[in-house]
């Protein structure tokens, strides 16, 4: 299977029972431009039924300027942690909440400048 995310083609480059890895079209042997999804399933206890925990992790080689190295490489890793028995709305709301937290100019800014808004 492949993704598609903003035009771009992301071949399965490996895959296992609780993850898969993406290769985007920029990825060679010395740079990269991978996507991984993992997940980590429920552990139910006799109180509580659980959480699922899903990871997603873009990391992509960059070319510096004015830097001590030529190039590393970016890292955006996310994680995510949704009880059992949310509510599908619930969570439609928070992944669209969040997603405009990621288009948001402070969001951008923070990464840019390194800076905690206050």
Known sequence: MSLTINAKAFATESTGPNFAQYAGPLNTLSVKDLLRLARTQPKPTSV?????????????TLTLTGMLTPSHDAIFDQ????PLGAASGDIDIMVNDYAAWVAHA?????????????
């Open 48 to 60: 509580f039924s659980g959480v699922g925990r899903i990871q997603s992790k873009y990391v992509r």
């Open 79 to 82: 994680s995510i942690s949704m």
């Open 106 to 118: 402070s969001f951008k800014t923070m990464i840019k400048q390194l800076l905690v808004l206050y």
